[in-house]
């Protein structure tokens, strides 16, 4: 299993290459871009959520409920707050998030438990673009794409380092297939994480409704 510094440093890596893109390739502006090579970087950290260890799981809960106040800036804002309801607001969602959630996730899941899978990767990713309400779609698509980058760079880096060659002899340790995944071994945890990600789904796909116009759900059903 790969260190806490190994994967920010890889997931800063690719940060790095993904804003790079964005900007030279893709013709985002600067701030943009920024924002989703800083996205890509923490991405990378997420799947620690779910860690036993203290320290990075403080400082990963501190960051985590500092940007998605920050992410749900625009959103509130359309929301027409007063000025001390904005606030407010600001302050509960970071408390709640540090001190509420925090607590509450340690007690519902295990290390390289359903957080640390595919599911659980779309569900960051569909977290990030229901929350940042920018009138492009476009950025709201390259935003949510680059945590999940993050993420799945931090899922297959797990993978890479259960995998331990020994000249023509490969060898797995007991954390290999732990990381990558579509299931584990909790059917409930599995049947939550589902449920999760088919609610945020739904929601995502009425927000594609509501921004181009197109029905999805009354074409399926014609």
Known sequence: MASYKGHLGFSASL?????????SQL???????????????V?????????DSG???????????????????RRLMN????????????VGIYVTIRYGL????????????????IPGMLIVGLVVYLSYQHPSLRTRLFLAFGVMIGFLSHLVLDELCSVDFQ?????????????????SPSIIGTTCTYLILLGLGYLAVLDYERITGTLIFSSALK
Request: no cysteine; net charge positive; aromatic share 16%.
């Open 167 to 183: 000249g023509l002899t490969i060898k797995l340790n007991k954390y290999a297939g732990s990381a990558v995944k579509f299931f």
């Open 55 to 73: 320290v990075p799981v403080r400082e990963l809960f501190s960051l985590t409920a500092v940007l998605v106040p920050l992410l749900m800036w």
């Open 27 to 41: 013709e985002f502006d600067p701030s943009t871009a920024f924002v989703g090579a800083a996205l890509t970087t």
């Open 79 to 90: 929301a027409n707050f007063s000025d001390e309801d904005l606030f407010l607001f600001l």
């Open 43 to 51: 991405g990378g950290l997420l799947p620690d959520l779910d860690s």
């Open 15 to 23: 940060g790095f290459v993904y804003g790079g893109m964005a900007r």
């Open 102 to 117: 925090s607590r509450f996730f340690k007690r519902i899941t295990v290390h390289r438990g359903m957080f640390h899978s």
